[in-house]
């Protein structure tokens, strides 16, 4: 009758070693991703609020370049709506506005201009954003692949 009592002993504290290494484990694992989540961000000008990123879609200003051709002080999405000489861009985050100036640059194959911006086509921009997120744009490149001079997308 002793020995089952220690062998019951034995298999609870082995569950509970195995458990408590188990938690120990994933402990570790949470505070390792969160250093690295706050790490990423904090290289990036800050951690998204209500699920979208800072300055409204649009990255701190620096020129395009980083780990994965990521962009900084732009934004990319696909143009929803032209409007003169002001594009609505939608972003995986969001919706953002963008203005174009006398000074912004329109690439494609080719050096573009502003009637080739098309509702469908999809863009990397490459600005300022103000305080309400809106993107000034310094150079737009047209990454849509079917895109050919003078088609309609």
């Known amino acids: 009758m002793k020995k089952w009592i220690w062998i019951a ?3 609870v504290a082995a569950l509970a070693l ?15 991703a969160a250093a690295t989540r706050n790490n990423f961000y904090s290289q990036r000008g800050g951690a998204p609020t209500n699920g979208t990123m800072p300055n409204g879609g649009a990255m701190p ?3 395009q370049g980083g780990q994965g051709g990521m962009m900084r002080g732009g934004v990319s999405g696909q143009i929803k709506t032209v409007d003169g000489s ?5 972003t995986p985050q969001n919706v953002t506005t963008v ?4 000074d912004t640059v329109i690439k494609k194959t080719t050096t ?8 469908g086509l999809q863009v990397m921009i490459t600005g300022k954003a103000d305080d309400k997120g ?3 744009a310094t150079q737009i490149t047209i990454v849509d692949g079917s895109f050919t001079a003078g088609a309609k997308p």
């Open 9 to 11: 002993l034995s298999v």
């Open 112 to 119: 573009g201009a502003a009637s080739d911006l098309q509702t």
């Open 86 to 90: 002001t594009l609505t861009i939608s």
């Open 134 to 136: 809106t993107v000034t």
């Open 61 to 63: 200003s620096g020129g």
């Open 99 to 102: 203005v174009l100036t006398a």
């Open 18 to 32: 195995a458990g408590g290494g188990f938690w120990a484990g994933m402990t570790y694992q949470a505070s390792q």
